[in-house]
């Protein structure tokens, strides 16, 4: 936030605008979040608004600016079905979608789109005319970028033996 006040701070300089210029940032968690983390010292107003943020936060038009940094991975909830111990798509024994079977993918999948489609349009009626939106996101490569990659991939890692550990020192 502060980079984004003290760009907007030099832009309104250099045109000579002598208004003082006052930001309201309002940060977003889910309700039982404590909010510790916000800035002590801040050039702007902040406030915290618990809720999710896969449905409407704010007004109509009340954005300028909306940033989400790397939230978007996660679901309002677990897809259902994977949770059934009598559907092909159980996720027995995992806490999330990994390398898994193509059913529980799916399930996954369509419950992103779900959430993120909410997500947008939430945005989209927030923002102003000509605001900004920018999402940061944890994401995975192509399947050919990860397998040609995997390919030639060797960690710096050896672990010995105390026998060969002794060796060495020995």
């Avoid at 896969?54 to 677990?78: G, R, T």
């Avoid at 079905?81 to 390398?99: A, D, H, L, R």
Wanted: aromatic share 12%; proline share 4%; net charge positive.
């Amino acid at each position: 936030m502060q980079n984004i006040v003290e760009a907007v701070e030099l832009k309104y300089r250099s045109i000579q605008v002598s208004a003082s210029l006052e930001f309201q940032d309002f940060f977003n968690d889910l309700v039982d979040n404590d909010f510790k983390s916000l800035p002590s010292k801040m050039r702007y107003f902040a406030a915290a608004v618990p809720d999710s943020f896969h449905k409407h936060l704010f007004p109509k038009s009340s954005l300028h600016i909306a940033h989400s940094s790397y939230a978007l991975h996660w679901l309002s909830k677990v897809p259902k079905e994977v949770g059934n111990q009598n559907s092909s798509t159980w996720n027995k024994c995992k806490i999330y979608c990994s390398k898994t079977i193509k059913e529980i993918k799916e399930a996954y999948f369509a419950q992103f789109k779900e959430d993120l489609n909410r997500f947008l349009n939430a945005r989209a009626t927030e923002i102003v005319g000509r605001g900004l939106a920018v999402f940061q996101l944890a994401g995975l490569r192509s399947k050919w970028e990860i397998s040609a990659k995997k390919e030639s991939f060797n960690l710096p890692l050896h672990r010995p033996s105390v026998e060969k550990f002794k060796m060495v020192v020995e």
